[in-house]
């Protein structure tokens, strides 16, 4: 064979470069690589066994890539057609995900279950109406919360909660907090650790503290958000009556798995000189006294999340935020005033899952930390008032706190 | 393995490919360039070489090779390939073949490396007698994940400018879906703009007809056609958007139209001679199962696709230029999720330069080429009703290509992608970047 091969020098080298480019391109520099493992929320804690880890997969599947159709079940009334569309990057949610409750003005239940309550499915199939909220019934909206280190928060005892409340403010700090206490829903069993009273569960999930665990967080979601039954909660939210389950309860307990199993969001810069004085301030105008930086674990029969200190920054109590948060409405033995404790880790990546911009409180309504400092009120007032009296340079270092977490 | 050594491994493999390529493999050259072959007459001697070198089963079979005048139009893509014909039988047959190895890696995850048999297709054609003809091609994708009758159709020619076709037959929007094969472009994957926006390739049941003038160095070309159309999947799927491909999934749409109402497909293209050819297509119908058993179930929602296509020939065939974009228009229930774009806008452009021509190998008309496509695609035009800010759920995306076409129909692609895609809310991209070695060609 004449292997005659005449390119011109000037072409070769044309080539040449080319191809080295290629190569160039090939190696690991020029390929997008991982962002680093704290500036993002998703992924599972360490140490999970394989076939933890395989679980954790499959739940990772369901909740970021199963998107509901009207074959598969999808409403026909919903909020979103997946779990992931409201938990972008399984952090805070955007108000294009954000969803409305209504029907329930005090602590005696929701008076308007039977006109679509508690959830208002504001989104239809082809062919159906969406839910209108009932003339005169109270409501609120809130923005779908990261799920970031949420099984952490699952394993916190009843015992240390309690310990955190204080009803009476018996120490006289301004500030009480009590949980939320509700019965368990029929498919729900007690945590071994609970610590019931009159046959009513310290709820500890949501904005109002409504769910129990994550398995009631998620069976919930499923049905009131996609429309999606289970044989949890075999009740259509279109027709009001049970109908097949139309996801399977080994999904939602991947599901579930999965956001036990995520990791917790790390601090970014905590060596950071401006960072430690913010921290400083943050506990010394009486901040931490409900977003508890530390708290623990119980027993779980994962050994990643078993006995584990960690870093949340919130107590897992309701709290009186004042007139200025209070939409009149409410969940559980929660006051419409009350709003349970958001944990602040991960508070600088809200943006990253909020399309760039901060949707902060319960509802959004913050469009930055400082304006959500500030609407505190109730048993925060204090806390706002001493945030307002500090220097400018001061406020600065407790934003760079918050945004490194 | 490292990244680099796989991609050295490959390298590798195609240095060894390229030492024991077989001489009389290369019979298979018909003439041929991409994209309709207009890029340069040079080439037309490619057909006469190949002829001359036929391998003992050719001895049963005539190669028809493509005609390259350069006042054939995309439309005539669909007949204009390279074919083989036994004695004086009325049937030609023929066909492509292509697979790549496939390397990806999203935010530093990557699944590894894959070999992909992309498709493998089979034309047959046949002269039923004069002025009446029929075209079949029949696609194996993924392997046999996916066979596909992409075009049965016949074509019956009254006049140059009154041609009646019916059958299966591949919709006229933009040029990429009637103008697809393999071996035509210097890229691996297809353009997403083509495949994900507008859904090549776009195969239905219908009606139709379509006509050429030729008035000195301007040739002008016109399509229309109704057809069966799509399905609510445009806008019910498991992609979460809005998707085109989704809706023409139902395989049953070659027998049954979801909507009861035909769709249209229309498309006028004007070429010079000297300078290139420019298209302007629509295509547009009710996707929603609005009626049934009498009983009106919806409103009828309406899909409309407009398309603008272009290519361009210059440096004496050594340059090819070719894009298309598109824009999308469904009605989307105001009550259904802003998931679901009401509009949709993307396009791309190939820019191919030949940089050596000549004899490698003892071919003697192999071509190297060097390119870059460059793609945009946003799935979801529009704003939050809640926020008023930016629906994004867009992507861009740039290719730059090595090809080394030993003949015309045949080509080997060394492709790298580097694209940013951003969900929904405009949250920070994915940022993805590929690897593909591919090998692609008529046979």
């Known amino acids: ?164 409340s204080d009803e009476n403010d018996a120490d006289g700090d301004g500030v009480s907090g009590v949980p939320n206490w509700r ?137 009186d935020m004042g007139k200025g948060l209070d939409d009149g409405y409410t969940e559980g033995s929660a006051k419409t005033y009350e709003w349970r404790t958001p944990a602040l880790w991960g508070l600088g990546l809200s943006q990253n899952s909020q399309g760039g911009e901060y949707f902060l409180l319960h509802d959004g309504r913050a469009k930055s930390i400082t304006s959500a400092i500030v609407m505190h009120g109730g048993e925060a007032a204090m806390s706002t008032q001493k945030f307002q009296a500090l220097t400018e340079a001061e406020k600065r270092d407790i934003l760079k706190f918050l945004e490194q977490l | 393995m490292s990244k680099c050594k796989i991609l050295t491994i490959v390298c590798l493999c195609n240095a060894i490919v390229f030492m024991q390529w077989p001489n009389a493999t290369a019979a298979g050259a018909a003439d041929f360039t991409q994209a309709n072959s207009t890029r340069s007459d040079s080439t037309r001697s ?15 079979f005539k190669r028809i090779p493509v005609d390259t005048a350069p006042d054939k139009l995309n439309m005539d893509a669909v007949y204009n390939r ?17 697979a790549n190895t496939n390397y990806r890696q999203t935010n530093g995850i990557s699944e590894g490396t894959s070999f992909q048999a992309r498709r493998f297709t089979l034309f047959v054609s046949s002269t039923i007698a004069s002025r009446i003809k029929l075209l079949t091609e029949l696609e194996f994708e993924d392997g046999t994940r996916e066979i596909n009758l992409e075009f049965a159709a016949v074509d019956f020619e009254f006049h140059p400018l009154l041609n009646l076709r019916g059958g299966i037959l591949m919709n006229p929007i ?17 353009p997403l703009s083509a495949t994900t926006l507008l859904p090549a390739t776009l195969s239905n049941v219908g009606f139709g007809l379509h006509g050429k003038h030729y008035q000195h160095n301007w040739v002008l070309g016109y399509e229309a056609y109704l057809t069966n159309g799509f399905d609510d999947k445009i806008i019910s799927n498991t992609l979460n958007r809005t998707s085109l491909p989704e809706g023409k999934m139902n395989p049953a749409r070659f027998e049954e139209n979801a909507s009861g109402l035909p769709m249209y497909t229309a498309k006028f293209a004007v070429r010079h001679r000297q300078i290139g050819e420019l298209g302007l297509s629509v295509m547009s119908g009710v996707y929603n199962k609005w009626k049934s058993d009498g009983i009106v179930l919806d409103k009828k929602r309406s899909v409309t696709a407009l398309a603008l296509d272009f290519n361009t020939t210059m440096l004496s065939g050594d340059l090819y230029i070719t894009g298309e974009v598109a824009k999308i228009f469904i009605d989307v229930p105001d009550t259904y999720s802003q998931t679901f774009g009401s509009e949709q806008l993307g396009g791309f452009v190939d820019i191919i330069g030949t940089v050596f021509k000549g004899s490698i190998f003892d071919w003697e008309n192999a071509r190297l080429n060097l ?73």
């Open chain 1, 183 to 319: 019965p368990l829903v029929s498919y729900l069993s007690a945590h071994q650790n609970s610590i019931p009273t009159n046959e009513q569960y310290i709820h500890r999930f949501g904005k109002k503290a409504a769910a129990y665990n994550l398995l009631h967080q998620t069976v919930n979601a499923y049905n009131q958000d996609i429309g999606i039954t289970s044989i949890f909660e075999p009740k259509d939210v279109y027709s009001g009556v049970n109908i097949e389950p139309e996801v399977s309860a080994s999904v939602i307990h991947d599901v579930v798995f999965y956001l036990q199993t995520l990791k917790v969001p790390v601090e970014r810069n905590p060596n950071d000189e401006a960072v430690k004085n913010g921290k400083r301030l943050f506990i010394q105008i009486g901040c931490d006294n409900c977003h508890k930086q530390t708290l623990k674990t119980a027993y779980s029969p994962v050994a990643a999340l078993r006995n584990k200190e960690f870093h949340p920054y919130t107590d897992l109590l309701l709290h």
């Open chain 1, 1 to 164: 064979m004449n292997t005659t091969f005449t390119i011109p020098h000037v072409t070769s080298n044309v080539i040449a470069m080319f191809c080295a480019a290629i190569l160039l391109i090939g190696c690991d520099a020029i390929l997008p690589s991982a962002p680093n493992d704290a500036d993002v929320l998703d992924g599972p804690v360490d140490a999970l066994s394989s076939a933890q880890h395989a679980q954790f997969l499959r739940g990772d599947v369901a909740f970021n890539d199963d998107v509901f159709t009207a074959a598969t079940g999808l409403g026909p009334i919903f909020v979103a057609t997946s779990c992931g569309s409201c938990h972008a990057g399984d952090g805070k949610g955007h108000p294009f995900t954000t969803l409305t409750r209504f029907g329930q003005g005090d602590e005696n239940g929701n008076a308007y279950l039977d006109r679509g309550g508690p959830q208002l499915q504001n989104r239809a199939l082809p062919g159906y109406t969406p839910e209108q909220i009932p003339g005169g019934a109270p409501f609120t909206k809130l923005t779908p919360p990261a799920n970031t280190g949420l099984g952490f928060m699952e394993l916190v005892s009843d015992a240390d909660i309690i310990a955190m």
């Open chain 2, 174 to 190: 933009g040029a990429f879906n009637q103008n697809h094969d393999g071996p035509k472009w210097d890229f691996i994957d297809r």
């Open chain 2, 46 to 60: 490619d057909s006469t070489q190949a002829n001359s070198m036929q391998t003992d089963s050719a001895q049963i």
């Open chain 2, 82 to 98: 390279p074919f083989l014909t036994a004695g004086v039988l009325p049937v030609a047959i023929g066909g492509y073949v292509e």
């Open chain 2, 371 to 443: 390119g870059v496509r460059l793609e945009y695609v946003d799935y979801n035009q529009g704003t939050f009703n809640e926020t008023n800010g930016n629906i994004a759920d867009d992507l861009w995306s740039i290719m730059p290509t090595f090809a080394f076409r030993p003949t015309a129909t045949t080509v080997l692609r060394l492709n790298y992608r580097y694209q940013h895609q951003r969900d929904l809310l405009g949250n920070p991209p994915a940022k993805t970047g590929a690897i593909q070695f591919g090998i692609s060609t008529y046979f």
